[in-house]
């Protein structure tokens, strides 16, 4: 078993940043990837980023240059850096822990979410 828990989310004003931390437990050896999924209200969850644990980084197209993924083995955290924030980015972001970038499979563990929401 594997438990994500999420923090970090909260309110922004547009052009804002957020930085989002999961904390990981519990068998951190059967995981292959780590990312950070979001579900806007009446839309699908969609992929942000994900990251393997040798540090190689994937991006949605739409958020790379602004959102930045990154790990910290020493403290079983991942982080997602949120910068020049848009109200389009408001949506419950959340970790997931998984064996395919980008594509969640029914077996990957999840955070509980954290919501972000962007003001204009």
């Known amino acids: 078993q594997v438990q994500l828990v999420e923090s970090g989310g909260g309110l922004a004003q547009a052009g804002g940043s957020l930085r989002l931390s999961c904390k990981v437990s519990?068998?951190?050896?059967?995981?292959?990837?780590m990312g950070w999924y979001r579900q806007a209200p009446e839309k699908q969850r969609e992929m942000v980023a994900t990251i393997t644990p040798g540090g190689s980084a994937s991006y949605a197209d739409s958020m790379k240059d602004r959102f930045s993924i990154s790990r910290d083995s020493a403290k079983n955290t991942v982080y997602l850096q949120m910068d020049s924030l848009k109200p389009e980015d408001t949506a419950v972001y959340y970790c997931?822990?998984?064996?395919?970038?980008?594509?969640?499979?029914?077996?990957?563990?999840w955070g509980q979410g954290t919501q972000v929401t962007v003001s204009s």
């Open positions: 519990g068998n951190i050896f059967s995981i292959n990837v």
């Open positions: 997931n822990a998984g064996k395919i970038p980008g594509i969640p499979q029914p077996d990957d563990y």
